[in-house]
């Protein structure tokens, strides 16, 4: 489908054309909606590499020793995954468990050689990371880029008292350089101190080995992280609720029976039976449980400019959100949640990668489920002088219906004092949220059925992602918003 698309800048010289602009009449206010959170935290030196030093500087450090046993432990999953029940049901149990060990051996020797050859050091404002036997890989991450970095913690990583370092670097495909693993003192003395040096000018120089728990080169590496002022725990049994009353928990028992029945009409009692349907009802319940193990305990916490998040059960995460990179607030009511009155919250953050193939990975969420006092109360705290209830939005023209005839009157946008705000959604509503600072670029765009109804959908765009859009507005007043938010965004990024 034919589009036509006019762009303004906000940050360029070019003002968009002016056009004839009737003032919209006063659109009825409709309900708010909002976001959710997640960024970074990590840090910590290791062992040293013998006689390896960076020109004069710092010793390469090694990862903890009891990496190679995690790896090989994910490794034998894998193993045990990839040879499958059919290959168990044709060799047996004895040869199929040689060739577990087997192959489990071959895994943790390759797991103990990588680690062998694996280091890490800070040179001057770069953190170069090292690899390989036979193809040696170095990569050099500056830390002027980076933008967050996490502390995550598996559940074999918290049996063994150790944790997976994860950064986060501007334009990166995904996330960088992961150190797997650190001891969590290690990991929260390494995270410390490459936060430190991207956002300061200058790197530490060397360091005197006065502080026993201090490693090579690292400064304060036993200064606590401060925790932050509380804004919210989340409540355990309201995350539980939450997860019963979407369509996966309503239909998970049909699920459940349409396995069971596919399996009692096969009347075999096979171990492979049992195990084929073991597995197909697992996948069955996997969404729903594995959002209440991710976001078990969440805590979110504000400490100067930044937002603290620590969330999950099996895997914990510690993440760190600067609100100056914030680029987006979104709010989703569920349509059963909104019988208790709750939503949800969730951030666009710039800088990180978009391409992670496991969302978790991304640092959206603010608030997996709460009611709307909570949910007005942070957004105030990550959009300042912004209150949830108080943002009122315009429905499209009538003429609309003939493109949306069931949601015409679900999507809205409006103009605030600080911020544009659109929401759609009939089953599920939805509030996106963006300050007019961190719009990047204005965009008008038609296709063929729009300009027959002389419509048109005005795109803010963010640098952290989709931004916000008006729907299907008249086409004057779609080139007046358009202009307007141009004008708004070059007065906050340019305030004097």
């Known amino acids: ?37 997640a960024v970074a935290p990590p840090g910590g030196p290791g062992q040293q590499l013998p006689d390896q030093r960076a020109g004069g500087g710092e010793p390469r450090q090694r990862l903890h020793p009891l990496s190679p046993a995690l790896h090989g432990a994910k490794s034998l999953v894998v193993v045990i995954a990839g040879l499958s029940w059919s290959t168990l049901s044709r060799v047996g149990f004895s040869w199929f468990a040689a060739m577990v060990v087997v192959l489990a051996l071959g895994a943790t020797v390759l797991a103990v050689v990588s680690w062998y050859n694996t280091g890490y050091h ?19 991450i500056p830390l002027e880029r980076l933008q967050a970095v996490e502390v995550v913690r598996p559940l074999l990583a918290q049996l063994t008292g150790l944790a997976e370092l994860r950064l986060e670097v501007v334009g990166g495909g995904k996330t960088e350089a992961p150190l797997a693993y650190l001891g969590v003192a290690e990991a929260a003395a390494l995270r410390q101190r490459l936060l430190a040096l991207a956002g300061t000018g200058t790197a530490p120089g060397p360091q005197p080995a006065t502080t026993a728990t201090d490693g090579p080169g690292v400064q304060h590496a036993a200064s606590p992280v401060p925790q932050g002022r509380t804004l919210h725990d989340v409540s355990n049994r309201d995350l539980l609720v939450s997860q019963l009353l979407t369509p996966q928990a309503l239909l998970l028992p049909l699920g459940v029976a349409f396995v069971v029945a596919q399996f009692l009409s096969e009347d075999s009692w096979s171990f492979i039976a049992v195990a084929s349907t073991l597995t197909a009802m697992a996948g069955v319940l996997l969404q729903p449980v594995r959002r209440v193990l991710d976001d078990w305990n969440f805590r979110l916490a504000r400490d100067e400019g930044t937002l603290r998040i620590r969330n999950g059960l099996l895997e914990t995460r510690a ?12 709010v989703t009511w569920p349509l059963l949640w909104r019988t208790k009155g709750w939503l949800r919250l969730r951030l666009e953050v710039a800088g990180y990668a978009a391409g992670e193939p496991d969302d978790r990975n991304r640092p959206d969420r603010l608030l997996p489920v709460g009611d709307a006092h909570i949910g007005e109360r942070i957004v105030t705290e990550v959009l300042p002088g912004v209150r949830l209830s108080g943002l009122a939005t315009s429905l499209p023209p009538a003429r609309a219906r003939w493109l949306r005839p069931l949601s015409r009157r679900a999507v809205g946008a409006g103009l605030d004092e600080r911020v544009f705000a659109a929401r759609s959604g009939l089953i599920t509503r939805q509030l996106t949220v963006v300050p007019y600072a961190r719009i990047q670029s204005v965009r008008v765009t038609q296709g063929p059925a729009q300009r027959r109804l002389r ?10 992602g989709a931004g916000a859009a008006a729907l299907d507005r008249d086409l004057a ?11 708004r965004a070059h007065a906050a990024r340019n305030p004097g």
């Open 1 to 37: 489908m034919s589009q036509g698309q006019h762009n303004t800048d906000p940050a360029g010289a070019q003002h968009p054309p002016q056009f004839p602009t009737p003032a919209p009449a006063a659109p009825p206010t409709a309900p708010p909606y909002g976001p959710e959170v």
């Open 319 to 330: 993440q760190t959100v600067p609100l100056s990179r914030v680029q987006t607030v979104g």
């Open 122 to 140: 800070v040179v001057g404002r770069e953190l170069r990371v090292y690899e390989g036997l036979l193809w040696r890989r170095t990569r050099a």
């Open 477 to 487: 007043e779609a080139w007046w918003l358009a202009a307007e938010l141009t004008a």
């Open 455 to 464: 419509l048109a959908t005005v795109h803010a765009d963010t640098a952290g």
